[in-house]
């Protein structure tokens, strides 16, 4: 299970809407919300000395770093790959999906915005699934 959850989207509504669906599966204590990716970013850095996993939600398309720019950072930096990434974004270009899969270390998935319960269900449980039982990869929840 992830022992943190990054909401990293510039639209504040946006992580209230993610908390909300964090929440119903009992993992409120766990949630660290960002509109700013550079402090996001910051945070996480000083936050991988664990090896606990960490999921990140993550916005592509934000105006002061994009989500692109933060996985760049990401891997520049040779952040620990306990650190699972799912992108969540309102793009449905192809080009981003294939942008996305240049961080197989970190990118999980790609999926559309709003992230609804049972993509963050699955992908919860895979996690849990990964920790116990081995590495799996979230199928299905690419849309």
Known sequence: MYSKIYLVDDME???LTHQVLIRRLGLE???RSFTDPEKALDDLRS???GTEPILVLLDINMPEM???EFLEFMALEH???NIDVIVVTS???AEERILA???PRFVKDFVTKPLKMENLRQITEEAFSVQYH???SFIGSRQ
Do not use: E, H, M, T
Request: aromatic content about 8%; hydrophobic content about 35%; cysteine-free.
């Open 91 to 93: 793009s449905i270009s």
């Open 134 to 136: 081995g590495p799996k």
């Open 101 to 103: 899969d240049r961080y």
């Open 29 to 31: 204590d766990r949630i």
């Open 79 to 81: 952040l620990p790959a």
């Open 13 to 15: 509504l946006v992580n």
């Open 47 to 49: 936050d991988v000395s």
């Open 66 to 68: 994009s989500g692109f």
